[in-house]
């Protein structure tokens, strides 16, 4: 496969029109100062050998610092991204304080070009939405997710 594989989970909570997602906000100074299509479902890069069920449940404790949810995990498929990377994805349904939240952190040079090393968090904040509001903050690429999510809910 020519693009990175990704792998993340969709909480969701709720019925009917009542649906909510867990979504993050994206850390780092890229995403800062974005808010529409500047979140995702808790996700990650799969390792190699890795099974993507595997990499979701990990990645969200790396991202959110609590472990993925207990449930019953229902794959959503794969969709890739304007970057070429393919990101499988399972709603899970659960209910989760964001305020519990501990984010990982990633390292990177910032300034660009300036030899300095600065650590971020990996989200810098989580919230929950209402479909309809999720759809204006999350990043383009993830959008058949909350679809799918929808028909799954409402099914």
Known sequence: MAGKQSAGLLLYRGRGDDVEVLLGHMGGPFWAKKDAGAWSLPKGELDPDESPE????????????????????VELGVVKQSGGKVVTAWAVEADLDPAAVVPGTFTMEWPPRSGRQQEFPEVDRVEWFPLEAAREKLVKGQLPFLDRLLALVSG
Not at 54 to 73: C, K, V
């Open 54 to 73: 595997a990499a979701a449940r990990r990645e969200f404790e790396e991202e959110l610092g609590l472990p993925a949810p207990d449930g019953e995990y």
